[in-house]
């Protein structure tokens, strides 16, 4: 199945958990052994074959198990200056602030005026 973004978390989550038994099959490894390997426990693996939620971080572990971490930075993209921003000498947003509302000018009316 291909992930499109319309799908909901569980249904991501159990793609990607099938996706990745797949892939630790094809490396003729047992959960124990890539749980070993990832530094993990064997029911993280389990559980994140059945699609349920792990650790970020136990993520990542796994992710670097099968080779798949440098894809992290498709993911999300690193923010930067553009040729632009610097001909302007401007710098990366730190932070982001309320949208400013616009005052709209009420008239007073009298309750018989229409």
Do not use: H, Y
């Not at 000498?89 to 009298?110: L, M, V, Y």
């Amino acid at each position: 199945m291909k992930i499109s973004g319309t799908e909901n978390n569980e249904t991501i989550l159990k793609e990607l958990g099938q996706r990745i038994k797949d892939i630790r099959i094809k490396m003729s490894m047992t959960q124990k052994e890539f749980a070993l390997k990832a530094g993990v426990s064997a029911r993280t693996i389990e559980r994140l074959e059945n699609g349920e939620n792990i650790n970020i971080e136990c993520f990542l572990n796994v992710l670097r198990v099968i080779n798949c971490i440098q894809n992290t930075d498709l993911l999300i993209t690193e923010q930067i200056l553009t040729p632009e921003m610097i001909f302007n000498n401007q710098k990366k947003r730190q932070r982001a602030s309320a949208k400013q509302k616009k005052e709209e000018k009420i008239f007073w009316k009298w309750g018989d005026e229409q």
